[in-house]
């Protein structure tokens, strides 16, 4: 299934042109990772429309352009749940859709806490030719992602995800570790991978006045992620491993910006990604179509 690289972006604005009017906004900080998962999740019946893209550079081939959107709502207090649809141009080639992913985070622990836990499960059904860079999982190598996308997407992965992420609020950082688990649903061993992420305000002291470019309203952080091999070559053999400064910029008006150059720390990684997103916090979105369907059935 081929369409336009630009086809996703537009689906995203296109969303919040008609459903941002609909709503009251009431909006979270947002840190910049973007491999990295913190405890926050979404407020319930809240719905964050986000787009990203990913520019990654290849030794051997072309340079290629992966780009996704996801659809996160807040279903309770204590479990968000998360759809993404991703696809990827590779240059002097074409334009793929490569599938889709179904996130779930649950938060068993109710207030803030030292540590706070969060179990992540994910259902992903993708082809071959996908090239988001989401995580890095087992022994995933800049060297895998160089065949056409005509041969790489006759492959088909359906894998099941599950992450423990650790996340800690201390003094105005947020420290979190993710470490994780993948199984490919058909005969393949499990696989592993992790994701570190440090991240804090410009400033913690909040302006007089509203404004737009007011420190408070800057995030800088770094992300550190990479593979940890399978269960029959656990370890560093054979992986990629980034390291990715990032800076996330928040709105007032609900609008998040990201960028996070990534840069490899070996030989098997990409020498260089350039990661950047938008996302845009839908409050209210949930009892806002629950309230049109009920005046519709009256």
Same mark, same amino acid.
């Given at each position: 299934?081929?369409?336009?690289?630009?086809?996703?972006?537009?689906?995203?604005?296109?969303?919040?042109?008609?459903?941002?009017?609909?709503?009251?906004?009431?909006?979270?900080?947002?840190?910049?990772?973007?491999?990295?998962?913190?405890?926050?999740?979404?407020?319930?019946?809240?719905?964050?429309?986000?787009?990203?893209?990913?520019?990654?550079?290849?030794?051997?081939?072309?340079?290629?352009?992966?780009?996704?959107?996801?659809?996160?709502?807040?279903?309770?207090?204590?479990?968000?749940?998360?759809?993404?649809?991703?696809?990827?141009?590779?240059?002097?080639?074409?334009?793929?859709?490569?599938?889709?992913?179904?996130?779930?985070?649950?938060?068993?622990?109710?207030?803030?806490?030292?540590?706070?836990?969060?179990?992540?499960?994910?259902?992903?059904?993708?082809?071959?030719?996908?090239?988001?860079?989401?995580?890095?999982?087992?022994?995933?190598?800049?060297?895998?992602? !160089? #065949?056409? %996308?005509?041969?790489?997407?006759?492959?088909?992965?359906? =894998?099941?995800?599950?992450? $423990?992420?650790?996340? @800690?609020?201390?003094?105005?950082?947020?420290?979190?570790?993710?470490?994780?688990?993948?199984?490919?649903?058909?005969?393949?061993?499990?696989?592993?991978?992790?994701?570190?992420?440090?991240?804090?305000?410009?400033?913690?002291?909040?302006?007089?006045?509203?404004?737009?470019?007011?420190?408070?309203?800057?995030?800088?952080?770094?992300?550190?992620?990479?593979?940890?091999?399978?269960?029959?070559?656990?370890?560093?053999?054979?992986?990629?491993?980034?390291?990715?400064?990032? !800076? #996330?910029? %928040?709105?007032?008006?609900?609008?998040?910006?990201?960028? =996070?150059?990534?840069?490899? $720390?070996?030989?098997? @990684?990409?020498?260089?990604?350039?990661?950047?997103?938008?996302?845009?916090?839908?409050?209210?979105?949930?009892?806002?179509?629950?309230?049109?369907?009920?005046?519709?059935?009256?």
């Amino acid at each position: 299934m081929f369409f336009s690289r630009y086809s996703v972006g537009f689906v995203f604005l296109l969303l919040t042109h008609f459903v941002v009017p609909l709503t009251t906004q009431l909006h979270a900080q947002e840190n910049p990772y973007i491999v990295a998962y913190d405890h926050n999740l979404e407020e319930p019946g809240n719905l964050e429309v986000e787009y990203f893209s990913t520019f990654g550079t290849q030794r051997g081939g072309p340079n290629f352009h992966a780009f996704w959107s996801e659809f996160e709502y807040g279903a309770t207090a204590w479990w968000t749940t998360e759809i993404y649809l991703d696809g990827q141009t590779t240059f002097g080639d074409s334009t793929v859709f490569t599938g889709f992913r179904w996130e779930n985070r649950v938060r068993p622990l109710k207030n803030e806490h030292w540590i706070n836990p969060v179990l992540y499960m994910e259902f992903e059904d993708i082809n071959g030719a996908d090239k988001v860079l989401k995580e890095i999982e087992g022994h995933d190598v800049e060297s895998d992602f !160089l #065949a056409s %996308n005509a041969a790489a997407r006759q492959e088909r992965n359906r =894998e099941m995800e599950l992450k $423990l992420i650790l996340s @800690s609020n201390y003094k105005g950082w947020n420290f979190t570790e993710n470490t994780l688990a993948v199984k490919n649903l058909s005969n393949q061993p499990w696989e592993f991978g992790y994701a570190l992420g440090a991240s804090r305000p410009l400033t913690l002291k909040g302006a007089a006045q509203r404004c737009n470019f007011c420190l408070q309203h800057f995030i800088a952080g770094v992300e550190l992620y990479g593979g940890l091999g399978d269960r029959y070559d656990f370890g560093l053999h054979n992986t990629s491993h980034y390291v990715a400064p990032g !800076l #996330a910029w %928040n709105l007032p008006s609900g609008w998040t910006f990201r960028i =996070e150059p990534s840069f490899g $720390l070996n030989d098997n @990684s990409h020498q260089f990604l350039l990661r950047w997103g938008v996302s845009y916090e839908i409050a209210g979105f949930g009892q806002k179509v629950a309230s049109m369907f009920r005046e519709k059935g009256e």
